[in-house]
């Protein structure tokens, strides 16, 4: 491992000469955990870019944080700060990513194997923090956090459970690096900070030795295509739009062929451009419940008067609610929320997308 000030210059040297004006630096939060000072403010516009009930997900509650409080995972966390003409600094965009060890990436030559591709956990973000956390606590030495989970169990639980039993050496070091979350100032998009975020990560795993980076992706657009399926979407073209939008369908990208073949969503899009592979969906890479109360607060909607308004449908159409489930498209939801009528509860499972990139 190189040391921390040699990392933290090459990725420096590197986006500056690739894209920063000279006003702008990246710093990593173990070089400056101050510049994420300003982050405490929950309405600060960075925490404003992502929908509310994200940051009620069990995991990110309890672990998401871990990330700046562990001093050897906080070189992994990259933050842009922005000088004004009287030297006064404000963070403008960061980049949050985690180490993690991979035992099927261990012996394998080419990670373009799709044996190893496809053993990426299909619980995305969640399983991939409470994973990467656990293994930092038992190689550091240091007790696990009593929010851990023993095990982040998915679709594939016999594997997710043999990981965690193969990776409870203390001597196994990371091999791989999965980006956590880019989030960039509204003001200050496309303006190539992202771009240039996400080869900053690929730099500091070169630096590391990790051998790929992996990311559980939001696709940006999905949530005005909550009734498409993800599978869909992410088959979907600048040429061949998905259909069904709560919004006006959007032409193809200007400066973009119809013909073109390059993913319809803009942030899937970005990734593919700097050499990126999509692998799969993680179908329920995070997971959100409460009750109507709460949902109200996160959405606006008011579930209780629609719940109400569905039942007077009921009785005048018995089939227009199957059960007592129903499901409603809500702001910034790349699915529609499941809502229980019985119990007054909703519940919220994200779909992502696993992608990689070579970092070689």
Not at 275 to 280: A, C, E, I, T, W
Request: hydrophobic share 40%; net charge negative.
């Amino acid at each position: 491992m190189r040391n921390q000030t040699s990392i933290v210059s090459s990725v420096i040297h590197q986006c500056m000469q690739m894209r920063f004006p000279w006003r702008h630096t990246i710093y990593t939060a173990y070089t400056r955990p101050d510049c994420w000072d300003a982050l405490q403010d929950p309405k600060h516009p960075l925490n404003a870019a992502w929908p509310a009930f994200l940051d009620h997900d069990a995991i990110q509650v309890q672990l998401a944080d871990k990330v700046l409080d562990y001093p050897s995972l906080r070189r992994f966390q990259l933050a842009v700060m922005e000088r004004d003409s009287d030297e006064n600094e404000t963070i403008i965009a960061h980049a949050r990513s985690i180490p993690f060890f991979w035992p099927e990436l261990e012996g394998v030559t080419d990670v373009d194997f799709p044996h190893v591709l496809g053993t990426l956990p299909d619980r995305g973000w969640d399983s991939i923090v409470a994973r990467a956390i656990r293994q930092h606590c038992i190689r550091e030495g240091l007790p696990l956090p009593l929010s851990c989970p023993q095990h982040i169990t998915t679709m594939d639980k016999g594997s997710d459970l043999g990981f965690l039993c193969s990776t409870a050496d203390s001597s196994i070091s990371p091999n791989a690096l999965s980006a956590l979350s880019i989030t960039v100032r509204a003001d200050r998009r496309n303006c190539g900070f992202a771009e240039t975020l996400i080869e900053a990560m690929k730099q500091v795993a070169r630096e590391e030795g990790l051998r790929i980076l992996v990311a559980p992706l939001r696709p940006t657009r999905k949530s005005e295509y909550p009734w498409v399926s993800m599978e869909n979407y992410v088959g979907s073209t600048l040429s061949d739009p998905p259909a069904t939008s709560l919004l006006t369908p959007a032409a193809a990208a200007p400066g973009h062929p119809l013909g073109s073949t390059l993913p319809f969503d803009p942030w899937l899009r970005k990734h593919v451009r700097l050499g990126g592979s999509l692998v799969k969906i993680a179908p329920s890479s995070m997971i959100v419940q409460g009750n109507f109360a709460e949902w109200q607060s996160w959405t606006g909607i008011d579930f209780d008067s629609l719940v109400r308004d569905r039942r007077r449908a009921a009785q005048r159409e018995p089939d227009s609610i199957e059960g007592e489930i129903l499901e409603v498209a809500i702001p910034g939801g790349l699915v529609p929320l499941v809502v229980s009528i019985h119990d007054g509860t909703c519940t919220y499972t994200e779909p992502n997308v696993w992608l990689y990139h070579k970092v070689s």
